[in-house]
């Protein structure tokens, strides 16, 4: 089926799923600004192959689903309060993200499905683990962190980037797309015309780059996860690179420290990104996440 609007959580989700009817439910849960298309669709194709009927979607404040452009917040303002620990208003967190997710599961028939998330796709799937345990299976997080300010904060460089002025031509989003595959790319697989048709795709579909400072609030707004993660008894993988400059991985070692049985995957030369050299290792870390839930709960978790 091609790309479908949702209505659930009081707001608009624009979603792609592909796959057979009777494949395992996966869904995969995208990254800061980033929209659907970000997972390829070769990626997705490769896990149709494996057996799993694929959900992705846009989150809030990206690609086709709502923006949040009434929202009135300084976001560099917000961000200072933030750390320092005052309490302020926001649009949105990641627990409301997270209940998305999990109401799209529902509207699509696919609840409860393994789900996995990359970067801020991870955060919004641990926080689904904690908060809305009747939708998942088991959890990949991929290049993603705890919430806690002391692990996974990015380097100079590369914070310098994700918050230098976002482009306004496509041939800007070209030159930043290069820029972010050599400050935060895979060292051991660049690969920048990869990075380079990604940014063209996500230009020609949808803009909104407004919705990338909201997001990036929510994130700063949500707090830590780590005893919360405690808690959590599905099956976890958390996959990092230990080249990761932008969630640095000690994010990714948090993250599995926290959760108990989590199996922690820590990928040579993978920076922040996924490139196509390293699918079939994510892709059977998947595998092996979703084959836990068999051998933890056949009753709950038979496919």
Request: with cysteine.
């Amino acid at each position: 089926m091609g790309e479908t609007i949702h209505q659930v959580n009081g707001i608009e989700l624009c979603a792609e799923v592909r796959g057979p009817t009777d494949g395992v439910p996966l869904l995969l849960v995208m990254g800061l600004g980033a929209q659907l298309v970000s997972w390829e669709d070769d990626f997705v194709s490769r896990l149709v192959d494996r057996g799993y009927r694929v959900a992705r979607f846009d989150n809030r404040d990206v690609g086709r689903s709502t923006h949040f452009d009434d929202a009135d917040i300084d976001v560099m303002a917000t961000l200072r309060a933030l750390a320092k620990g005052e309490q302020v208003d926001v649009p949105y967190t990641l627990s409301d993200m997270a209940a998305d997710a999990a109401a799209l599961l529902e509207e699509l028939r696919m609840s409860p499905a393994h789900v996995v998330g990359a970067s801020m796709g991870g955060m919004i799937v641990q926080t689904m683990a904690i908060e809305q345990p009747q939708a998942v299976r088991s959890v990949v997080s991929i290049m993603s962190t705890t919430g806690d300010r002391d692990v996974g904060q990015p380097t100079a460089e590369a914070n310098e980037l994700l918050f230098s002025p976002p482009p306004t031509t496509e041939d800007e989003a070209v030159e930043r797309a290069r820029a972010s595959d050599a400050t935060w790319g895979s060292p051991a697989h660049r690969d920048p015309d990869a990075a380079v048709e990604r940014a063209r795709r996500e230009w020609n579909r949808v803009r909104n780059p407004a919705g990338v400072g909201r997001q990036i609030v929510a994130i700063n707004a949500s707090g830590s996860r780590t005893d919360a993660l405690g808690g959590v008894q599905v099956p976890v993988t958390v996959i990092h690179g230990d080249a990761d400059t932008l969630v640095t991985p000690s994010g990714g070692r948090r993250t599995a420290e926290a959760v108990p049985h989590a199996v922690h995957v820590e990928l040579e030369g993978m920076g922040h990104n996924l490139p196509r050299a390293l699918w079939p290792r994510i892709m059977d870390e998947i595998d092996a996440t979703v084959a836990r839930t068999r051998d933890t709960d056949p009753t709950r978790h038979t496919d």
